[in-house]
């Protein structure tokens, strides 16, 4: 894991990869996995992911204030499904990850849960917004510090993705369990003007 600088975060959702949302709060976290997510701004670096409020995730992170982001890639295609399908509620001491046995690396100074094996993480701390967040379940987010695996992500930039181990590709949701991975990459070029 290397930190990357803010000004670079939203560029870490801005290619539409499904996200795992962590949170934790008095003794207890969880993680579900969300495809809705995209980068709202890059200064101050600002998120935003949807949510359902029956999601045991979601009480965590209103009560706690905080959230992190974590960027699955195909290594843990099988995790990211499982998290997003099993709610914590479901399983034996409302600890999903304990359950499953999902290596975590906290953040610094806090409980909240980043999932090992991904290629990305953002941590950040949710913006009140009670219309919104009731609404459309839309729960908008300051990023405060974010990392990355920098056989992935270097320099502000993703490693292009025919270059890229396939097991770093990250994960699409379709619905269903199916993910679309990454297959290629092309720089294009800035035209020059027309003639006349």
């Known amino acids: 894991m290397q930190a990357v600088e803010l000004k670079h975060a939203y560029r870490l959702l801005n290619h539409g990869p499904t996200v795992l949302v962590g949170s934790a709060h008095a003794g207890q976290r969880d993680v579900m996995a969300a495809a809705w997510n995209m980068p709202l701004d890059f200064n101050p670096a600002r998120v935003a992911v949807v949510v359902d409020k029956q999601c045991f995730t979601r009480g965590l992170m209103e009560a706690s204030g905080q959230c992190v ?13 499982t998290l997003g399908s099993v709610s914590g509620r479901d399983v034996p001491g409302q600890d999903k990850l304990a359950h499953y046995g999902v290596a975590t690396v906290p953040v610094p100074d806090t409980d909240l849960p980043l999932v090992d094996g991904c290629v990305a993480w953002l941590w950040c701390q949710l913006r009140p917004d009670v219309a919104m967040q009731q609404a459309y379940d839309l729960l908008v987010l300051d990023v405060k510090a974010a990392w990355a695996d920098e056989r992935a992500f270097a320099q502000g930039r993703w490693t292009p993705v025919d ?4 097991a770093l590709h990250t994960l699409h949701h379709l619905g269903a369990g199916q993910f679309w991975l990454p297959g290629h990459s092309l ?7 027309a003639a006349g």
Request: charged share 10%; hydrophobic share 45%.
């Open 187 to 193: 720089q294009a070029q800035v035209l020059p003007p």
């Open 69 to 81: 982001l974590s960027v699955p890639c195909r290594a843990v295609a099988d995790l990211c499904f």
């Open 163 to 166: 270059q890229l181990d396939p």
